[in-house]
């Protein structure tokens, strides 16, 4: 008989969540409890709850180029599709679309960062020397 309480969960080492879920959350990808972040895009020494250290998470532009590719592919088709049914002014497209960009690109910025922080922890490609045991 298959019981599936007693089967070990995959994702063993914290929550129930994969540790790339736990850094869209902007949680420690180990633990889930921790911050990842100590402010808005500067990710933390070390987690506060398990003492993970993130030193060799570097994601560097990584999380850069999604924005720029799904912000803008939103913005141009909204803007396009606004020229061509209303043809506005300049001035419309500048108040609409500025604040418009800077706002979902402030929105996303941090998950993308932390999905990359998680990425890098579960698939261990950080810059930090092999450690005894893998921890």
Partial sequence: MND?????????DGGGASPVMRGIRGRCPR???GRLFKGYLKV???CDVC????HGHDTGDGPVVPVLLIIGGII?????????VYEPPV???LL????????L???IMVPLKGMAVGLQYKYRSTEEETRPGGV
């Fill in 105 to 107: 690109t402030l929105g």
């Fill in 4 to 12: 599936l309480a007693s089967s070990p969960s995959p994702n063993a």
């Fill in 76 to 84: 141009v088709g909204l803007a396009l599709g606004l020229e061509v």
């Fill in 44 to 46: 933390a020494d070390t």
């Fill in 91 to 93: 001035w419309v497209h």
């Fill in 31 to 33: 633990c889930g409890e």
């Fill in 96 to 103: 609409l679309w500025i604040p418009l960009g800077t706002l």
């Fill in 51 to 54: 003492g993970m250290s993130f």
